[in-house]
């Protein structure tokens, strides 16, 4: 909506809902920026804005076709509800789970002057169960990651509809 962009200062956002059957949906919310509109914060913000608890947060190592990938793990509440939450940024190609590094990289990149680009991805799912939240969330990285490998240019990951073997809702 126009106050979601007017706050994070970009047109370049994406929230869609992923479903595989019958099992419960993933989220993905992607915020992109360019030039010297970038404005990223961490996801933690943003849910505790909306009312979410935030009950643990820790770094997250997983194998995505045979390679590493780091980023930031959330379990978050709302009333009754518990949700998992997988985060990273971005940075002209650059991936790290650490928002600060991704600030230093667009600093530097501004004072080389170089074009700056970021993103911060966050990939999110109900927590019915620890193992079946991890799977979803491990099989929909995975299925980005593959996209991602067909794409070229900033916009690999604004091109999530076409994840293959993920169908997608709202």
Known sequence: DAD???ILQTDDVALVEYRLGQEPPVWLTQVAGTGKRIAFHPPEICYVGSQFEVLEREPLSVLVQGRERRMVQLILAQ???RFEVWYWFTANG???PNYYQQQLWLVLDAIRGKPMSG???R???PLDTPASARRRL???VTSLATA?????GPTALSRASEIPGMGHGS
């Open 94 to 96: 650059r991936v790290t």
């Open 138 to 140: 491990l099989a929909f």
């Open 123 to 125: 990939v999110s799912t």
């Open 79 to 81: 009333g009754p509800e």
């Open 4 to 6: 979601t962009r007017r």
């Open 119 to 121: 993103m911060s991805v």
């Open 148 to 152: 991602e490998a067909s794409q070229t």
